[in-house]
């Protein structure tokens, strides 16, 4: 779906910009769950079940508030990597909804302590999310929070992105994959907004 679509979605969808600032602190966790559950089922076009959204959306709340990490931008990641496909895989090997690289998803199990890790297992939704959101912590303290860094990492690999800062400064680079991510982590951010907007006036 193109990212422009989903903008306009969550504008048609709420009639009205709300503010993007998203104050994930303080607030009820069960509320959040629910937001995050519909917008995963709004924005995977049913490719994530209505039981599993619910699953994956408690996974994608305590894991990123465990890591510090915005769930939005976990989902806006999802979109980009995988549009919400558990089985997808990449021309090079990623795996899932993150679309983790097997050998990473070696090293960040071995950090987790998680047993008897296999390559399959980043086809488990659950698991994968929970590999994506360390790594994107891990990443997101490497780049010292800046968000077009730690992303292209994300995408290219840290020691990817280390050789061509090397070669090209940070003002020539584009970081196309790293705006896209952001783009459609605006497009969550107006959709959330809207639901608490909702749920504001319903109590």
């Known amino acids: 779906m193109k990212v422009r679509g989903l903008i ?3 504008m048609i969808l709420w009639g009205v910009s709300f503010s993007l600032a998203m104050p994930m602190k303080g607030m009820a966790s069960e509320n959040d769950i629910t937001i995050l559950k519909t917008l995963i089922k709004e924005f995977s076009d049913g490719r994530i079940s209505s039981s599993h959204s619910h699953l994956l959306a408690k996974v994608i ?6 890591h510090k990490i915005d769930p939005l931008l976990v989902l806006a990641v999802i979109h980009e990597e995988s549009s919400f496909r558990t089985r997808a895989v990449s021309p090079v090997g990623a795996r899932g909804l993150m679309q ?10 071995s950090t987790l ?4 890790y ?3 297992d980043l086809f488990d939704p659950v698991r994968n999310v ?12 490497k780049f010292q929070n800046n968000k077009l860094l730690f992303l292209t990492a994300y995408n290219l690999g840290p020691n990817r992105l280390a050789a061509l800062r090397k070669e090209v400064p940070d003002s020539q680079l584009r970081f196309r994959y790293a705006r896209r991510v952001l783009t459609v982590y605006e497009a969550f951010k107006e959709s959330y907004q809207g639901w608490r907007q ?6």
Do not use: F
Request: charged letters at 30%; hydrophobic letters at 30%; aromatic letters at 10%.
């Open 8 to 10: 306009q979605r969550g």
């Open 100 to 109: 983790i690289m097997p050998a990473t998803g070696r090293e960040i199990a």
């Open 130 to 141: 929970r590999m994506g959101i360390y790594y994107l912590k891990y990443l997101k303290k």
């Open 198 to 203: 909702l749920l504001a006036r319903a109590r």
């Open 118 to 120: 296999r390559h399959q």
């Open 113 to 116: 302590q998680l047993r008897s």
């Open 61 to 66: 709340y305590h894991e990123s508030q465990k």
